[in-house]
């Protein structure tokens, strides 16, 4: 959206002239642990430059050199914890593909539980509702009842010598009459 | 009364989801937060650029200066450079440069066509430094106060607003 945006440059694999640090490139060979290490560590890892991509996959200069960074802190026995904490101090949490919880992200966390129960109280509160109209189907309000008490009062006094019953509107002596 | 809510709830939802949304397109998602803003800022001893010099962070301590990391290959630092020209004419701040994953030579050779606004440049061959200051693309700007705490960080060529807003008020409140 904004024009204001400014291009900024990551460096590339073939630009970055500088000797890169020898240590994951050396002949050592690596046991199968560590692979397996390295391999997990930098799959949990955001390339910042690519953001879609974590850093085992990327290609991009920061990337090849944040996986340079992670084999040297295997090889020199610091702990998974360690590890993330080196980059996280660097790049905040943005860094993890699993972020922590903590208080600014805290909506995310909970955001979608908070909806979900409101969503869920609005469907129990529906359901309720319609199970009391099945429950009493026919029963007139109160305004009805009194509406029908000022009819049935009008039509007494117009016909004070009635003998028949009167054609009430109720439902109920309607249906007596037929039978 | 109930049909006002009933109408209006969800209207006021709808807007809110609009204002929200519509500040969200305005963010720059490449413009992430610094995880270093407000801590120490790293240090760091390595040789400069054209001299035998040695540029160290402790000899920044108790002065305000600008970190701005660069480099011949960065497109972008070309938009800055007049910038940082502009800005080496004053005496009452330090600028420095950091020469990021880049071949000594080749950044001489840009400096010449461009113009050296840098009281020192230090040289970050393999980029370490960069790593250590959380630096993801170039250029990157950080304004460090006489404690050698790192007080901005400006991702991409700075703008004129920089200075004014960043570097003056640490001046004004260290004389």
């Known amino acids: 959206m904004s024009t204001e945006r400014t291009p900024t440059d990551a460096p590339t694999p073939e630009k970055a002239t500088a000797p890169v640090n020898d240590l994951a490139h050396t002949g050592e060979p690596a046991d199968s642990a560590e692979i397996a290490r390295v391999r997990t560590l930098t799959e949990q890892l955001r390339c910042l430059v690519c953001q879609n991509q974590t850093i085992a996959d990327s290609n991009a200069g920061l990337a090849i050199d944040l996986r340079e960074q992670v084999v040297k802190q295997v090889r020199s026995g610091r702990t998974d914890t360690e590890i993330k904490q080196y980059m996280v101090e660097r790049y905040g949490d943005f860094v993890l593909y699993d972020p922590p919880f903590s208080t600014i992200n805290s909506v995310l966390w909970i955001g979608p539980f908070v909806l979900l129960a409101i969503g869920l109280l609005l469907v129990w509160r529906s359901v309720i509702r319609r199970h009391r109209s099945v429950d009493a189907p026919s029963q007139p309000s109160a305004e009805q009842r009194a509406q029908l008490q000022v009819l049935e009062a009008r039509y007494q006094a117009s016909t004070p010598s009635a003998s028949t019953p009167p054609a009430s509107t109720s439902k109920d002596s309607a249906q007596r009459r037929t039978r | ?175």
Request: aromatic share 10%; net charge neutral.
């Open chain 2, 1 to 175: 009364m109930m049909r006002w809510v009933r109408l209006g709830l969800p209207l006021l939802i709808f807007t809110l989801l609009v204002i929200v949304l519509a500040r969200g397109l305005e963010f720059d998602p490449r413009h992430l937060p610094s995880a270093r803003q407000g801590k120490p800022a790293p240090r760091f001893e390595v040789p400069t650029l054209g001299s035998d010099q040695v540029f160290s962070t402790e000899s920044m301590l108790g002065k305000v200066w600008v970190i701005n990391v660069f480099a011949s290959w960065c497109t972008a630092c070309v938009i800055e450079h007049p910038k940082l020209l502009k800005l080496s004419k004053r005496s009452d701040f330090n600028l420095i440069g950091l020469a990021y994953k880049d071949e000594p030579a080749a950044t001489a050779q840009w400096l010449r066509q461009h113009g050296d606004p840098y009281q020192q440049i230090a040289l970050d061959l393999n980029g370490q430094i960069g790593i250590d200051y959380g630096v993801y693309g170039v250029p990157e700007t950080y304004v460090i106060n006489p404690q050698g705490v790192i007080t901005y960080r400006h991702v991409g060529p700075i703008n004129d607003a920089f200075f004014d807003q960043h570097v003056a008020p640490l001046l004004a409140a260290n004389p």
